[in-house]
């Protein structure tokens, strides 16, 4: 079965420079969900969307911005890469309709800022 | 607010004995709740869910049970195996909205042959 599949696995850059993450939902599914998970940490939500409209916003610095596309994917903008950056970003997708019990999760993209 | 409590790790255990990790909400209304479990370097995946109080969850040998009266999802497995080190995450979130998971700190799981 086709699983959230994220871009990329692994990214290094360095501070003050920018990066783009991907996140490909299940087919059919309609609502992306971003996590940040930092060294030893559990996964602290950042933003999510529905039908291509922010659903949610949690913990997302001014410094990051997201976005959904028409084919549902959506990709994880962020600017001036700060060393405290450095973490395992995850996608999750979810399917429509009640109840929404659980989400898929993608296999995440390390992200560390030197 | 909303929030999960897992007690903390790390739980250390010989394998074949039994485990317990403990997990309680703080919720506004009627959670579902989750565990969820990554292994070391990959993503997180679903062990086992329950909707509504008194359901049961299980999958591989895990076992956890919707307890409203204590707020609490406490995971449980009978015989522990090496295989199953890795980090359990207990999670709630509402059904029926665009709700995020709210998760626990984590419980680190090391088993020892």
């Known amino acids: 079965a086709a699983g959230v599949i994220q871009s990329p696995r692994h990214l290094i850059k360095e501070k003050r420079e920018t990066a783009t993450l991907k996140c490909y939902p299940i087919p059919r599914h309609d609502t992306v969900y971003w996590y940040q998970q930092g060294p030893g940490q559990d996964p602290q939500f950042l933003i999510s969307?529905?039908?291509?409209?922010?659903?949610d916003k949690g913990s997302i610095p001014d410094r990051f911005s997201a976005q959904q596309f028409s084919d549902y994917h959506s990709e994880l903008n962020m600017s001036s890469l700060e060393l405290g950056d450095s973490a395992l970003y995850f996608c999750a997708s979810s399917s429509p309709g009640p109840p929404r019990d659980g989400y898929t999760f993608g296999s995440g993209t390390r992200l560390t800022v030197v | 607010g909303n929030s999960v409590t897992q007690m903390e790790g790390p739980v250390t255990l010989s394998e074949e004995a039994f485990l317990t990790i403990n997990c309680t909400y703080t919720a506004t209304g009627y959670p579902s709740l989750f565990w969820y479990v990554q292994y070391p370097g990959e993503g997180l995946q679903l062990l086992l869910k329950a909707t509504k109080a008194d359901d049961k969850g299980s999958n591989k040998g895990f076992e956890a049970t919707y307890r409203k009266e204590t707020t609490s999802f406490h995971l449980e497995k009978g015989s522990v195996q090496v295989s199953d080190s890795a980090v359990y995450f207990c999670a709630l979130n509402f059904s029926g909205g665009y709700n995020k998971l709210i998760f626990g700190a984590g419980t680190r799981l090391a088993v020892h042959p």
């Open positions: 969307f529905y039908e291509k409209m922010q659903s």
